[in-house]
């Protein structure tokens, strides 16, 4: 289960960062670059603070594979898209809480401590977003949007509550995760909720 999570996940993010791409109007390179970058980046910036090396989607080439299908989907479907912005919001979500439970997993599994579990299921989730939006010159969804990091960060604290609790199951975990995560993420926008502002 946790490897189609993280396939599904990456997915989802790559649709997202492809119809960035196709927002801004740029080349097929730029498409492709923005899919893989935010399909696959934050699972990178994880690796990396894990000390795995290389990076699981840089050593093993389905990632990139599903990133540039990602691209090529999202490019077909650019008129289902543009008639419905909610398709990118939910993809989104959903890449949200993919990764943001196969972060926590990821974390668990290197022995890491709870405050280190919440923190990469939220770098996980949020890393590839943060490095699309700085590619295309915006601020960085994660620090604007509403109960963006925050629901990552939810789903970490769940995660480490779950274990705490004495649910052992790996899969429960994580699917657990993943549907709280996008639950929240897709309530706090329907309900517009937000963090008070640095005003």
């Known amino acids: 289960m946790e490897i189609a999570i993280d396939i599904l996940g990456t997915l989802a993010f790559a649709i997202s ?7 801004y109007k740029l080349d097929w390179l730029g498409l492709l670059v923005m899919a893989i970058v935010t399909g696959a980046g934050g699972g990178v910036l994880r690796d990396i603070m894990l000390g795995s090396n290389p990076p699981v989607a ?3 080439p389905i990632y990139v594979t599903v990133c540039i299908g990602g ?3 999202t490019l077909g479907a650019q008129r289902i898209i543009n008639a419905s912005s909610k398709i990118v919001l ?3 979500a959903l890449g949200l809480g993919f990764f943001t439970a196969i972060g926590a997993s990821k974390a668990e599994f290197a022995n890491a401590g709870p405050l280190a579990i919440i923190l990469l299921a939220t770098l996980t989730a949020a890393g590839g977003g ?11 969804q994660v620090l604007k949007s509403d109960f ?18 004495g649910v052992s199951s790996l899969d429960v975990k994580m699917a657990t995760v993943t549907l709280f995560t996008f639950a929240l993420r897709i309530i706090a926008m329907r309900k517009n909720f937000q963090l008070p502002k640095a005003e």
């Not at 960062?17 to 927002?23: E, M, P, R």
């Open 130 to 140: 943060l490095l699309r939006d700085m590619l295309v010159s915006e601020i960085p």
């Open 71 to 73: 691209a090529f989907l």
């Open 17 to 23: 960062g492809a119809s960035k791409a196709i927002q």
């Open 58 to 60: 840089l050593s093993n």
């Open 90 to 92: 939910i993809a989104d």
């Open 148 to 165: 963006y990091a925050t629901a990552a960060i939810a789903g970490g604290i769940l995660f480490v509550l779950l274990d705490k609790f």
